[in-house]
């Protein structure tokens, strides 16, 4: 879990950055992974899962910061079959997904991205706030597959 302050500017930066950290020690991203590693086929299809999972992290504490007063939290919790992504903050407001959003204006877009990369999404009144949440499956290979793999060809 990421706690997290009001006011803190750097504060999707912070939570990608432990997002990275948690998905290298799950072996969803290799160690020291960026976009100019090379790798193989195999390496892209677990990046882009990871890529993934950054963007959705990144959308719901935006929307934290953006429209419910700041985020207070970030929990990540591992599976075997994925991961469930909840981003806590201070305002009662439900999100609501916008339906009829203009392709090329900016704004709107952050709960069509999750409704399509999300296994399923959904928002929950707390005392003091909500959470929001998603789940993603688990990609289909991990480093450690792409690893074996590697060594037994």
Do not use: Q
């Amino acid at each position: 879990m990421c706690e997290l302050g009001p006011g803190d500017e750097n504060v999707v930066t912070r939570c990608l950055d432990f997002t990275r950290r948690a998905l290298t020690d799950w072996e969803w991203l290799p160690a020291g992974a960026g976009a100019d590693a090379p790798g193989t086929e195999a390496d892209a299809d677990t990046g882009e899962h990871a890529e993934d999972v950054l963007l959705l992290v990144s959308e719901l504490v935006a929307n934290a910061r953006l429209y419910g007063g700041g985020p207070s939290s970030l929990v990540l919790l591992h599976t075997a079959d994925g991961l469930r992504i909840e981003v806590t903050d201070r305002s009662s407001a439900l999100p609501v997904r916008r339906h009829h959003t203009h392709p090329a204006r900016p704004g709107g877009h952050g709960l069509l991205i999750v409704d399509r990369l999300a296994r399923r999404w959904g928002a929950e009144l707390l005392d003091g706030g909500k959470r929001v949440w998603l789940e993603v499956s688990a990609p289909r290979r991990t480093v450690r597959t792409v690893r074996t793999v590697r060594e037994e060809a």
